[in-house]
């Protein structure tokens, strides 16, 4: 089945540190990609996705590049800010997001200090 | 327009009664989803809808577990005999067709005494 694997937080980073969340995932087919995050008190919004190998999604400085090689999807970030700090979920969709729904990692709790 | 809103925000309920908890897409969304989001087992898909039509119920935990959506809206999950281990946050999604971004609704928080 369908699977997603992701670093265990939570992750402690101070302000303007260098950011990756490790996400590999495994799937039938060719999945499309997404990063999710929680802010602390809110619903789960899309953060970035990649819909085939090599794309690279990126949204308010974050990036995640699709490396079918090494079925990997690592978030990553140049410079933290303490409003950065919400749990992150990794997931893939096999059908682009319909009927099977999306298979979610368990989440990466990230934790900015000032 | 709005975004997905579900109801109630919170559910406290005794041990085996029954829940309903109702969720409310974004207009002209056709495809909803429910997940469940616990401390132990993450965020799991649920059950998917088309229009008014489920066609895959495997997802849902047990035969406590159902759904339905009527009029191509609202959609109610109802679970049956309530278990302490039901309680979880219940979060609905909608996208246009089913494909595309799935927007999530800010989840019902049901706990299970």
């Known amino acids: 089945g369908n699977s997603v694997t992701q670093m265990e937080g939570p992750v402690t980073l101070s302000e303007e540190a260098f950011l990756t969340i490790n996400c590999t995932y495994t799937?039938?087919?060719?999945?499309?990609l997404f990063w999710y995050v929680q802010y602390p008190g809110e619903g789960l919004q899309l953060l970035l996705k990649a819909t085939k190998a090599d794309d690279k999604g990126s949204n308010k400085g974050f990036e995640a590049t699709y490396r079918k090689e090494t079925t990997s999807f690592h978030l990553e970030k140049g410079s933290v800010q303490v409003s950065d700090s919400a749990v992150y979920f990794c997931?893939?969709?096999?059908?682009?997001?319909?009927?099977?729904?999306?298979?979610f990692g368990k989440g990466t709790h990230l934790i900015i200090q000032p | 327009g709005a975004g997905v809103s579900q109801s109630p925000s919170n559910k406290v309920t005794e041990k085996g009664k029954d829940v309903e908890l109702r969720c409310d897409p974004i207009s002209g969304h056709t495809a909803l989803y429910w997940y469940r989001q616990s401390l132990g087992q993450g965020l799991e898909f649920l059950i998917y809808f088309q229009g008014n039509s489920a066609p895959d119920k495997s997802g849902l935990p047990s035969d406590r577990f159902s759904a339905e959506r009527t009029g191509g809206s609202v959609s109610t999950l109802t679970i049956q005999r309530t278990q302490q281990e039901d309680s979880a946050v219940y979060l609905c999604a909608s996208s246009f067709q089913g494909i595309g971004e799935q927007f999530f609704g800010p989840g019902t928080r049901l706990t299970v005494l």
């Open positions: 799937a039938t087919g060719y999945p499309s």
């Open positions: 997931a893939l969709s096999v059908t682009g997001g319909g009927a099977d729904g999306l298979t």
